[in-house]
């Protein structure tokens, strides 16, 4: 059947005015050939394969997007985590790995390289160990380095051990990148059950089950849903579901196939695409305003919770029929400083970060770029980490951290990160300590929901 | 290789002879084309086909004089983005 002028007018619309964007093309590279007993020549490896697949990776997004009218915002690479390469190695000879990434990702201009990452959710091993320890400067001294740390999952419950570290590790990132509004810490996840096949940032890595090579793709269109539910003010919620799932049929349609041509141009596996509708600071792109779109009067009141499940839920059936592989997070996102609705609703008061929490239940991922008040203690941050890996670890789901201790601004003033990552007004975090909670360190069993065989 | 070719801008004299001028002097052939008027918005649609992929780049800096002289904006897309968004 011909393509109506209805359609192309839509589509067109949705590119031109409603963002309809594919929001990143990521490359997961295995680095797992590039260990080598000195570690110079390994750092060598790393720079020659990440520079090697990923050469023409912002050329053939760039001209793909052009030639199907398409933008691709963000093209990146995740490679395998490099706790795998630093068992014998030092802390120094860690942060000198981070630099060479810093590099690679200049060479081929992309803007963020995730994988510095370690999966401790069982046990920290020699490699791990090191990758933590030189997290606070590898992260101040890079630039487009991106790291995220699993410390729970389902299957294995919850290492407190590591979570104490990540606290201490965050506050450390903070104080090291405070010139520049504790920056460092935007570029650090905390996991509770990861996936090995995300491509969004700063959570990406190749995960130990990817092949040698693998592209990935991550759609976006907070604000193509958000005019297309405008269209029907008075529809009830079952028909607010329907509109929602036919939007992101169409948006993942335009999504997977872009990504399936960039990657036969490569000559790189497709790997999957991710749902997710991920928000941006530019007008009526958020996610926060669809909610508001659909009834509340402001993001994080009362209602906030069910209206965010409706939203999240409809948006992975039209996606998963758009889709043949679907993965990664495949969820709404709440970032705060990343979407305009959300920073609205924090600073009106409507939002707080127990809601934010409540919100993590029904939604991709977690706590997301959050400015909190720089005083709050080591072990504060580590337990809002620990409550928030206890969510997706009984819910099953991926949940993530990232919180921005800003060293020397408190709650009620205002932090600008600039670009894409936006601003954040500061949120107070609860009075009272868990040091105790924190010191017991061990681990916590996995639940009862892990007993499925 | 199919290709639409959309104009949108505000309605005046002498649109389609200078977008179609273009097309001719690129030696583009033009398939299937229509046009109306959406709140004085003057928005045209042309299916063309295209031989070499590179005419796209040409195409789109033969437009760009066009697009200043009568505030339009035309946009080049290859059709099969209309196909996976809107066929099953």
Do not use: W
Not at chain 1, 69 to 97: C, D, H, M
Not at chain 2, 57 to 69: D, G, N, T
């Amino acid at each position: 059947m011909p393509i109506a002028y209805t359609e192309i007018q839509e589509t067109i619309r949705m590119v031109q005015m409603e963002h309809l964007d594919v929001r990143t093309v990521t490359m997961g590279i295995s680095l797992r050939d590039c260990i080598d007993s000195d570690f110079d020549t390994l750092k060598t490896n790393v720079f020659h394969k990440v520079t090697t697949y990923a050469k023409n990776l912002v050329t053939v997004a760039e001209q793909v997007a052009e030639e199907y009218g398409v933008p691709i915002i963000n093209k990146r690479v995740a490679i395998s985590p490099v706790a795998e390469l630093l068992g014998n190695a030092t802390v120094e000879q860690a942060v000198e790995l981070a630099k060479t990434l810093d590099e690679a990702a200049k060479k081929v201009q992309i803007d963020f390289i995730g994988g510095y990452s370690a999966l401790v959710h069982k046990g920290i091993s020699k490699g791990d160990q090191i990758l933590l320890d030189a997290l606070p400067q590898a992260l101040s001294e890079t630039e487009r380095v991106c790291a995220s740390i699993s410390v729970g999952t389902t299957r294995t419950g919850i290492n407190m051990d590591a979570v104490k570290q990540m606290g201490e590790i965050i506050k450390a990132t903070a104080e090291l990148t405070k010139d520049n509004n504790s920056i460092g810490c935007a570029k650090l996840v905390v996991f509770c059950n990861p996936v090995e096949d995300n491509p969004f940032m700063a959570g990406a890595f190749h995960g130990a089950g990817e092949g040698e090579v693998v592209l990935s793709v991550g759609v976006s269109g907070p604000g193509v849903v958000l005019h297309a539910l405008k269209r029907y003010p008075d529809a009830d919620l079952g028909e607010v579901a329907e509109v929602i799932k036919k939007t992101a049929f169409k948006i993942t349609r335009a999504g997977e196939f872009i990504g399936r041509v960039v990657a036969e141009r490569l000559e790189v596996p497709f790997g999957i695409m991710d749902l997710s509708l991920a928000p941006t600071n530019a007008m009526n792109d958020s996610v926060a305003e669809i909610l508001e779109e659909i009834g509340l009067e402001c993001v994080g009141t009362h209602g906030t919770i069910a209206a965010l499940a409706l939203m999240n839920d409809a948006v992975k059936k039209g996606g998963a029929m758009a889709s043949s592989y679907v993965g990664g997070l495949s969820g709404a996102f709440i970032p705060v400083s990343e979407d305009n609705g959300m920073i609205r609703g924090i600073e009106q008061g409507a939002l707080t970060l127990p809601k934010l929490e409540a919100m993590t239940c029904v939604c991709s991922v977690g706590l997301d770029m959050i400015a909190i008040d720089g005083n709050a203690s080591s072990h504060t941050l580590s337990a809002i980490i620990a409550d928030e890996a206890a969510i997706g670890m009984i819910n099953k789901k991926t949940t993530a951290v990232r919180i921005i201790p800003v060293v020397g601004k408190e709650s009620g003033e205002v932090v600008e990160f600039g670009g894409l990552l936006g601003r954040a007004p500061i949120i107070g975090v609860n009075p009272y300590h868990s040091d105790k909670f924190i010191q017991r360190g061990g681990r916590i069993p996995a639940p009862i929901q892990a007993l499925t065989n | 290789m199919r290709a639409v070719v959309s104009v949108i801008g505000k309605d005046q004299v002498g649109i389609i002879a200078k977008v179609t001028t273009v097309l001719s002097e690129n030696h583009v052939n033009i398939s299937d084309i229509s046009q109306t008027i959406l709140q004085d918005f003057f928005t045209m649609m042309m299916l063309i086909d295209i031989d070499d992929i590179k005419k796209l780049a040409q195409l789109k800096q033969a437009f760009e004089p066009v697009e200043k002289e009568l505030g339009l904006k035309i946009s080049i897309q290859r059709e099969e983005i209309f196909q996976a968004m809107h066929r099953v």
